[in-house]
């Protein structure tokens, strides 16, 4: 870039003043030059963030997605794992129950009196010598008038 310099003395021509002009556009164009490579390399930065962040909403939605889906699947999870919980627990009750009458010696026929006790209490003595355990009178049905209903065990 090239300025011609003048004192205040020497007027200027219109040459000097031409070369004047030519400088400061020469000087114009070159701003203008590196204003545009410089927004061209903003313009490339800013597609570039907009790439970033159009893969990375993707990848949040996809994220948010998946989310919803194991928690989903663990409700799903939870909800049979409860039922098959209760369903343990009630079989297990049910085998207890078995358990407790299996063990049970039932004596059918007996009056209901308490020589019936006394005679189980003998039977018992015979079948076995160490029987310990008191001996009750339970009836097995529930009395509906003058008969008996008896229950499903």
Known sequence: MSTT???QTTPMTIEDL????????????????????????IDGRLREMDER???QSSEIITLHEDHEKLKNDGEVIQTTLNVSVKNIEQRMREEARRLAI??????????????CLDLAKRLMAIISPDFAPTLTNNRLGKETGE?????TL
Request: hydrophobic content about 35%; charged content about 20%; glycine content about 6%.
């Open 5 to 7: 310099q003048h004192n």
């Open 18 to 41: 031409a070369e004047l002009i030519r400088g400061q556009t020469r000087s114009i164009d070159d701003l203008t030059i590196s204003m545009n490579q410089r927004m061209d390399q």
């Open 53 to 55: 962040i159009t893969t």
């Open 102 to 115: 299996n063990s049970n010696i039932l004596l059918f026929g007996l009056p209901e009196t308490q020589g």
């Open 147 to 151: 008969f008996y209903k008896w229950d």
